[in-house]
């Protein structure tokens, strides 16, 4: 039975809802569909709807976005198919960061302790030169540090260290990476 209590209206505007809306039908016919060179193509359209995107972004065309007006994308780095970036708030790429294959980044989550469980967003950064791996998923509210490589399959819930090497569910520091840069 449905409970009225429980639910107070949309968590995002109507406005919200109409430009993603709008996002979806782009992002289906002039993003999913192009072909896998065209990263400025995407860049391009990325642009259009508000995401930052820096040079020599590579941003393949099965990528899922939520919401590109939350995104900032610095120079190199490389966003693989299959990545949900579920931006329902800010999501910040450094230079030269990887994130592979079906890993998904999200920022929105929701209060278990009152009623109608209400959204609650945190912004995720991810520092130049880190490596996010194959099929791991990133926490609402979570710092991924300079050069921190995160090991295929972990589940990130907590701030990682800068140039380490993390791994597990949960994610743990496992050992130091020698700087490269």
Request: glycine share 10%.
């Amino acid at each position: 039975m449905y409970n009225v209590n429980t639910f107070t209206g949309p968590s995002f505007s109507f406005a919200n809802r109409a430009m993603r809306y709008i996002w979806g039908l782009v992002h289906f016919i002039f993003f999913r569909y192009s072909p896998k060179p065209l990263h400025r193509w995407r860049s391009f359209i990325l642009r259009i709807f508000g995401a930052k995107v820096g040079r020599g972004v590579h941003v393949y065309p099965k990528v899922n976005i939520w919401a590109p007006w939350n995104l900032e994308l610095d120079d190199g780095c490389g966003i693989a198919n299959g990545v949900t970036l579920y931006s329902q708030d800010k999501i910040t790429i450094g230079k030269k960061v990887v994130i592979s294959q079906g890993s998904h980044l999200v920022t929105g989550t929701h209060d278990y302790r009152r009623a109608g469980f209400p959204l609650i967003t945190k912004p995720i950064i991810v520092n130049d030169e880190a490596w996010i791996a194959a099929e791991s998923f990133i926490h609402p509210g979570i710092i991924i540090g300079a050069g921190c490589i995160i090991g295929a399959r972990s589940v990130v819930i907590k701030n990682m260290p800068e140039w380490t090497i993390c791994s597990g569910h949960p994610c743990v520091p496992i050992k130091q990476r020698i700087q490269i840069s």
